[in-house]
């Protein structure tokens, strides 16, 4: 009985008006979709943008114990924006969709795996009438998946649980975003304002009013000394901070030298099940992240869960099913102030679903550190894989150690992610040292 | 210890955009505003966009035994759209907020009690180191009242509940609402399409491929015999479905004959108390309500509940506090779909909060009916008053019945709502008849 696993890896409420994408970003994104063969099982279906790299399918496959040629992928005619990315005229195509039924055997899949469940989505599950093997699929086919990966949502869900974020406020209108900002500065703080659907902290900006600030979870800094600075960036940047007015935005308290961290879970009908804790790496923005994390206390690490808990529990009983990031900031005071809920397959749950308990077996649970990093430049996938076996570097099953390549973004800026599993985290960098020594690090 | 009452009858998420109402629109508002002063008891302050007319304040503290002379009314100077309404610049006016303070023994009050809990009640509540008296602080202070007060959230809370809805669904895109209208037509339905933030069915349309169907929950059927009409329809009307791409559209079955029944609670931080079930008289839009609701028997009455208290224990876990009213239609073929929650003071809470409990004594509890529809053309608020005395009609402390003039929208068009309080629906209907013969209906 075969899972149906959808790599619709970009949506409007993930990044934003995908008709704004760049070709270099249509591209990245559609390679991010390939990773979804991590999460394949022999038998599996896969809706893939494009056909996947077979050498790509082939190393992924050996890794996960999986039968590669029991797979089936299908891939819809090109959409409005092209062949990168599963756009959602794609998933509508009527010859689309009788290859689908075909490659199921005409049955309904057991379960639907999506990286978000938008209306989309929802609409394939119907159309297969497989509407039960989409976890959360009434919530989901009411568009609730955009209120719980709204930022703005985000910060009521939160507020009403109880659980701690930055000082800070959501705004519609451009008074109240003046009004907000202004009282933070005249706290003395800079800002940190935030689209209301986005990630990676691509669709935050870093305001303040004195020069020198460090970005962090965002792209730049923007330094407003005075008010007329400040009116003329509301003004000037509105159509962008809405989406053309469509949009709420967060306002918050901005945390320079902080750390991102976050607890993930996969919330079912009866409870949350905690996957994994991690930390972000943020340079400024989201390029890696360390699998547990490494860098918080015992103390913290009960704050994260207390919070992300009861962020989860309300989601849960919201009708959301699925995958959850709770992710917090940790100051340099030691405060923990969670900033968002991402609803979705995240960048980590490749991770903790898949490196770690399926290619490092379930018993080596809690005796490895996964350090995962993009944009190593390389010149062929193939070329990278020989070059890491060549130097040694290359994951063994019998230590469970060594890296694995685990996205490829090769046909889109040339560049692989790589994951070192190590012992402990100074072995995980000493390995990320050795691959600066196999290829250019373009992730900064 | 005073309480302060907020008459914020008129807000961007109830109404839509506030510069876009006519100025009867804007009158009309500010005299459901003076509504408020049954909800005062002795030593209060009201914040309202004019002063009461005097006879009007004598009349409903005399019926609800407060002291007229110990409440304090501050009224904030005109904003930017003059002063019939409480815009939110007018409850930051410097010169206000002195006044305010001044009104209430430079004290926080002890609970704020507003219509609808926006930024700008908030950010009043901040301004007077009142935030612990404003039940549901944290989660309005974050713009959460918008999420819960959303008719689009409302299906996905609903669905996520388990609480039964009309087919349909949530849409952002002028495809996605084509698709949506299709669907439905194709298997025979009308469809109603809602405005997300709206009240009274003001923003909703009825759409039809047939004429002959009876509107109710909406001014008007939009006959679209084919796809070209429906086409022409969604390009001509999106600006305004959609508050110019703003919000979320709803899309669902509509039930026609259905009637409109609810359950209105107040959420606390603990628990949710039922206060009352009424239905909704829709000529096709809301111009009244029946208290309790007299159609529904015992079996449709403990859906309404059933999924009542589902929805609103969602609202509590969510963080929002207060009055909560959860709507449903019943169809003709006797099922109960929920349709939305208002999350604030609704036109039916000064029944069950005061005229049910207050205005007649609580000993008589569940022996009375209400029945208030508006539109009440009457010479004055004084003559109304006077005519009602000379026929015998006006309200009796002694039997328990009468009739009691609840809303003054004399200055406005005009009318007056009245509610007949009768032992049984039967006489409350031959009350309003015998109101017939004093005063022109204008209600439909």
């Known amino acids: 009985m075969a899972t149906l696993i959808i790599g619709?890896?970009?949506?409007?409420?993930?990044?934003?008006?995908?008709?704004?994408?760049?070709?270099?970003q249509l591209r990245a994104g559609g390679c991010v979709a390939q990773r979804m063969f991590w999460f394949a099982r022999d038998g599996d279906v896969l809706v893939l943008p494009f056909a996947p790299p077979a050498d790509y399918l082939t190393y992924v496959t050996d890794l996960t114990g999986t039968d590669a040629s029991s797979l089936t992928v299908v891939i819809p005619p090109p959409g409005s924006l092209g062949s990168d990315i599963l756009t959602p005229d794609r998933l509508t195509d009527p010859s689309f969709l009788n290859d689908l039924r075909r490659s199921l055997g005409d049955r309904p899949p057991v379960e639907i795996v999506a990286v978000y469940k938008d209306l989309s989505v929802t609409g394939l599950a119907r159309a297969l009438a497989a509407e039960a093997a989409l976890p959360g699929y009434p919530f989901s086919a009411q568009a609730?998946?955009?209120?719980?990966n709204s930022k703005a949502g985000f910060r009521a869900l939160a507020a009403g649980a109880g659980v701690p974020i930055a000082p800070g406020t959501v705004v519609t209108w451009p008074e109240q975003a003046l009004e907000a900002?202004?009282?933070?500065?005249?706290?003395g703080h800079s800002v940190m304002v935030k689209l209301e659907f986005n990630g990676g902290g691509f669709g935050n900006e870093i305001l303040s009013r004195t020069d020198g600030v460090v970005p962090t979870g965002a792209p730049r800094v923007v330094v407003l000394p005075d008010r007329p600075a400040l009116l003329s960036y509301v003004q000037r940047?509105?159509?962008?901070?809405?989406?053309?007015?469509?949009?709420?935005?967060?306002?918050?308290r901005f945390f320079p030298g902080s750390t991102t961290v976050y607890a993930e879970f996969l919330v079912t009908d009866e409870a949350a099940q905690l996957i994994g804790v991690g930390e972000l790496l943020m340079e400024p923005v989201a390029i890696g992240a360390v699998v547990p994390a490494q860098t918080i206390d015992a103390e913290t690490r009960a704050e994260l869960l207390d919070g992300a808990d009861r962020l989860v529990e309300s989601l849960r009983v919201l009708g959301y099913r699925g995958v959850v990031s709770a992710d917090a900031i940790v100051t340099?005071?030691?405060?923990?102030?969670?900033?968002e809920t991402n609803c979705r397959l995240t960048g980590t749950?490749?991770?903790?679903?898949?490196?770690?308990?399926?290619?490092?077996d379930p018993g080596y649970r809690e005796k490895r550190v996964f350090l995962?990093?993009?944009?190593?430049?390389v010149p062929s996938f193939t070329a990278a894989i020989g070059r890491l076996a060549a130097a040694g570097l290359g994951y063994d099953p019998t230590s469970r150690t060594g890296v694995v390549v685990t996205s490829n973004d090769v046909d889109g800026d040339g560049t692989v992610a790589?994951?070192?599993?190590?012992d402990d985290l100074q072995s995980a960098e000493q390995l990320h040292s050795r691959l600066a020594e196999l290829f250019v690090d373009q992730s900064s």
């Open 181 to 187: 900002i202004t009282d933070l500065f005249d706290q």
């Open 349 to 360: 749950t490749h991770l903790h679903l898949v490196l770690d308990g399926r290619v490092v």
């Open 237 to 252: 940047r509105w159509e962008w901070l809405t989406v053309g007015h469509a949009h709420r935005l967060v306002v918050e």
């Open 144 to 148: 609730g998946d955009a209120l719980v």
């Open 8 to 24: 619709n890896s970009r949506t409007w409420e993930m990044v934003g008006d995908l008709a704004g994408l760049t070709p270099d």
């Open 372 to 377: 995962e990093r993009d944009g190593w430049a």
């Open 332 to 339: 340099p005071d030691g405060q923990v102030l969670f900033t």
């Open 418 to 422: 790589c994951c070192a599993i190590a």
